[in-house]
T-cell receptor
Framework: DQQVKQNSPSLSVQEGRISILNCDYT??????FLWYKKYPAEGPTFLIS?????DKNEDGRFTVFLNKSAKHLSLHIVPSQPGDSAVYFC?????????FGKGTRLHILP | KAGVTQTPRYLIKTRGQQVTLSCSPI?????VSWYQQTPGQGLQFLFE???????NKGNFPGRFSGRQFSNSRSEMNVSTLELGDSALYLC????????????FGSGTQLSVL
């Protein structure tokens, strides 16, 4: 039972364009959502988060949108840069538990 | 502040052996969680410790166990290793609640031959 789904295993985007990574969840009890970025041979690092009481949170080039009725969130990166090439994990939490998606590998093309 | 430290960085074992991985959280962090990462499976939650007590557990067999010491350092143990246990094992710490922002170590890459 996959509660947090990232349906695109990989995504390629031209440098300078917008990258949109998507995430769906099934549990309506999730009240906090996070995105992590992971480079090879390193642990994931926190990128941005959003509480369920908001529908948008912005931090520099990164914006996360939350659509509670659709149980969907997305991460927008604009403009995309070469250093953004990494695996991005979506995570959702409720109570004391965090559930991660399987990740989306983002390739930024020159 | 030093980050989350995991040792060893790489480990090669054979089937049937057991292994112990170590994690030192960020100073002041009391929650330590363990995750398994395999290609195509993302980050799968193993267990979480807080103040030396296991607070949450994922859906892994009993061969996977862990503990936390009074200084918040944590160890995880895998007994009777199987080929499918080959993975990157990640430790993460947070100040209190396990659903807060997690700080991850670089992981221990375990290969079971």
């Amino acid at each position: 039972d996959q509660q947090v789904k990232q349906n695109s295993p990989s995504l390629s985007v031209q440098e300078g364009r917008i990258s949109i990574l998507n995430c769906d969840y099934t549990n309506s009890m999730f009240d906090y959502f996070l995105w992590y970025k992971k480079y090879p041979a390193e642990g994931p690092t926190f990128l941005i988060s959003i509480s369920s009481i908001k529908d948008k949170n912005e931090d520099g080039r990164f914006t996360v949108f939350l659509n509670k009725s659709a149980k969907h969130l997305s991460l927008h990166i604009v403009p995309s840069q070469p250093g953004d090439s990494a695996v991005y994990f979506c995570a959702a939490s409720a109570d004391d538990k965090i559930i991660f998606g399987k990740g989306t590998r983002l390739h930024i093309l020159p | 502040k030093a980050g989350v430290t995991q040792t060893p960085r790489y480990l090669i074992k054979t089937r049937g052996q057991q292994v112990t991985l170590s994690c030192s959280p960020i100073s002041g962090h009391r929650s330590v969680s363990w995750y398994q990462q395999t290609p195509g499976q993302g980050l799968q939650f193993l267990f979480e410790y807080f103040s030396e007590t296991q607070r949450n557990k994922g859906n892994f067999p009993g061969r996977f166990s862990g503990r936390q010491f009074s200084n918040s350092r944590s160890e995880m143990n895998v007994s009777t290793l199987e080929l499918g246990d080959s993975a990157l094992y990640l430790c993460a710490s947070s100040p209190g609640q396990a659903n807060e922002k997690l700080f991850f170590g670089s992981g221990t890459q375990l290969s079971v031959l």
